[in-house]
């Protein structure tokens, strides 16, 4: 029997941000404990990836895919047709696809949904098959059966993950003067913030790789790549600050610097101090809202006062810093919203940092999801909304606020947007966008300066640059949805166990 397992990450709408596939790569070592031969095809670094994915499926076994948000499940969907003129079954897998596995294995090619961290679960549906495999909601016999079953799990069982499968130096991208990698040490976080996946996800479980086995993956990728600086992309780096700590020291050693998301209360001026000795470049906290009737609903477990001193001690130690922002959220006031921009004039100005302001979604996973969902808001998960361009730009109607508000903290947002990009990317960026920015970024940083979102030229300008952008994906994924509606068996009806 041929073993051979090929592992998919499908090209997305964006490459703002390019993280390797760790979960593909840890995949690929329970693959390879279970006797298999995996290979792993990153469609967003892969020249050519169809004829990759042809190649390689020929004499596969199993095509498994990370399939992500969004235009990630068109091109996923596309794979697995692909996969399925070779007879090959399919596995889906990932955060999103938890989420939506009872929408996602309706779809006609799809045989298998890996539930939450599926490295085990993987390895003995490999091993010893579908009835002693949990985590799984698969097709049997024409219908919809699952098992649901929690398994503990330990990214260290698991290590290393697989990156003698890919290219280090092609997961390095460009900050101003470093040559920076995301790189994920960590899973999930205990605390419980509402509009989170991770409760959902990991059930607040933190799980983490050793110090050890950090330096190991640190070594191989700075031997195998030209990388000078980390951003650890956790759920939750600093929940240890003793093991922040010691990867700090054992980065200054080997001359890297380095970067994580923190939130705002964990941030002392000694830890603080201690970061900027150790070569930490930037400090990027998720502050949310300056309401504290906000945070409270959230269940941020912050308080105002903590985003202030964590401004505070980064101006005053000269930590570049990142601070990110939500508006929309269920409960939230015109008054609310003000505190908010409010403080993130404040950050701005007393800890010169980078700002970013998005608007609070409702995904499904999520406790906030729930909420939204009681007090009328109503996404259909079909295939035409699964698979729609990035909320980022096009966000849902919230019932809660009326048509002017929606339309006004989407101008917002998207001013704030444009002003993140141009502070943090504007170096890196291409010819074209640095044209583009130069003209729409000085008018979008008068609207915030005054506060002004009415006639907006310049954000339609700058929506119709994104439309034009994502023209062909888009229109891949509505040939996606019209070839799939045809499929017969597509809207046939399931029974769910």
């Not at 400090?283 to 504290?292: R, T, V």
């Not at 701005?348 to 995904?363: K, M, S, W, Y």
């Not at 979008?444 to 979102?453: T, V």
Request: aromatic share 16%; proline share 4%; charged share 25%.
């Amino acid at each position: 029997m041929n073993k051979k397992i090929v592992l998919l990450y499908p090209e997305n709408m964006s490459k703002l941000i390019l993280v390797p596939p760790y979960s593909l790569m840890y995949l690929a070592t329970a693959a390879r404990r279970a006797g298999y031969e995996p290979i792993i095809i990153d469609a967003r670094v892969t020249s050519n990836p169809d004829k990759a994915l042809e190649r390689e499926l020929s004499d596969a076994t199993y095509l498994g895919i990370s399939a992500g948000m969004n235009y990630q499940v068109a091109t996923a969907s596309l794979a697995s047709q692909k996969a399925k003129e070779y007879d090959i079954p399919v596995i889906w897998g990932g955060s999103y696809s938890t989420f939506h596995a009872l929408d996602f294995i309706k779809f006609p090619f799809v045989d298998y949904i890996f539930l939450g961290g599926a490295e085990k679960n993987f390895h003995d549906f490999l091993e010893k098959g579908i009835s002693n495999t949990n985590g799984v909601v698969f097709k049997y016999d024409g219908n919809i059966r699952s098992n649901f079953k929690e398994v503990p799990y330990d990214l260290n069982n698991y290590f290393p993950p697989a990156w003698d499968l890919l290219n280090p130096e092609d997961y390095i991208r460009k900050y101003k003067d470093l040559r920076l990698m995301n790189i994920t040490t960590s899973r999930g976080c205990p605390h419980k913030c509402l509009f989170c996946y991770q409760p959902s996800m990991w059930k607040r479980n933190w799980s983490f790789l050793s110090i050890e086995n950090v330096k190991k993956e640190i070594n191989y990728i700075n031997k195998h790549s030209t990388m000078n600086a980390i951003y650890f992309f956790d759920d939750n780096f600093a929940v240890n600050k003793d093991r922040v700590r010691e990867i700090g020291k054992f980065l200054k050693e080997i001359n890297i610097e380095f970067s994580f998301l923190i939130r705002a209360n964990y941030l002392t001026d000694s830890f603080a101090k201690e970061l900027k000795e150790l070569g930490c470049y930037k400090i990027c906290i998720g502050a949310e809202s300056g309401s504290q009737h906000i945070l409270d609903l959230i269940q941020k477990d912050i308080k105002v006062r903590d985003t202030v001193k964590a401004a505070k001690t980064l101006g005053k130690f000269g930590l570049n810093s990142e601070f990110f922002f939500m508006t929309g959220f269920y409960g939230e006031t015109p008054q609310d919203r003000k505190k908010t921009i409010e403080l993130i004039d404040y950050v701005e100005r007393i800890a010169g940092t980078e700002t970013f302001l998005r608007v609070a979604l409702p995904f499904k996973g999520t406790p906030y999801y729930d909420l939204a969902m009681e007090h009328g808001f109503f996404r259909e998960n079909n295939l035409i909304t699964l698979t729609e361009e990035k909320w980022d730009f096009k966000p849902p109607f919230l019932p809660w606020l009326s048509k002017k508000e929606n339309r006004k903290i989407r101008r917002i947002v998207l001013i704030s947007m444009i002003r993140f990009i141009w502070q943090k990317s504007y170096k890196d960026l291409s010819l074209f966008k640095k044209f583009l920015y130069a003209f729409i970024a000085p008018m979008s940083n008068i609207r915030w300066k005054y506060k002004f979102w009415k006639f907006p030229l310049d954000i339609e300008i700058y929506k119709s640059y994104v439309q034009v952008r994502n023209r062909s994906k888009t229109k891949l994924a509505e040939t996606l949805i019209h070839k799939i509606k045809k499929d017969k068996t597509y809207n046939k009806k399931q029974e769910y166990f």
